[in-house]
């Protein structure tokens, strides 16, 4: 199982930015998936995940109405928009997914907010 995540970087409070995870080595449509973050000396949190088909999505009350998670099972990849940054909203963000009762996560990817 690899998880490769892509998309971050510095954005002005506000601001936009789209997070992609491109997955491989498992049947990616079966499986759900998620992301996480995780701000220095914070734990990790989970912001969102999605069912395997796409029709259940679940966010963290700090990011509801600001994110969203979206699947593409033909593609492998699992994305997340996240809009109206806030300098809270700092930290590496990891996909993840559960495969055979064990955790995969990608090597992250920073997002950081400010001005």
């Known amino acids: 199982v690899q998880l490769v995540e892509s998309g971050g970087g510095l954005v002005q409070p506000g601001g936009s930015l789209r997070l992609s995870c491109t997955a491989s080595?498992?049947?990616?449509?079966?499986?759900?998936m998620s992301w996480y973050r995780q701000a220095p000396g914070k734990e990790r949190e989970l912001v969102a995940d999605?069912?395997?088909?796409?029709?259940?999505?679940n966010y963290a009350d700090s990011v509801k109405g600001r994110f969203t998670i979206s699947r593409d099972n033909a593609k492998n990849t699992v994305d997340l928009e996240m809009n109206s940054l806030q300098p809270e909203d700092t930290a590496a963000y990891y996909c993840h997914t559960l495969y055979r009762c064990t955790r995969y996560w990608g090597p992250g990817t920073q997002v950081t907010v400010s001005s």
């Open positions: 080595g498992f049947t990616f449509r079966f499986y759900g």
């Open positions: 999605i069912s395997s088909a796409g029709g259940s999505r």
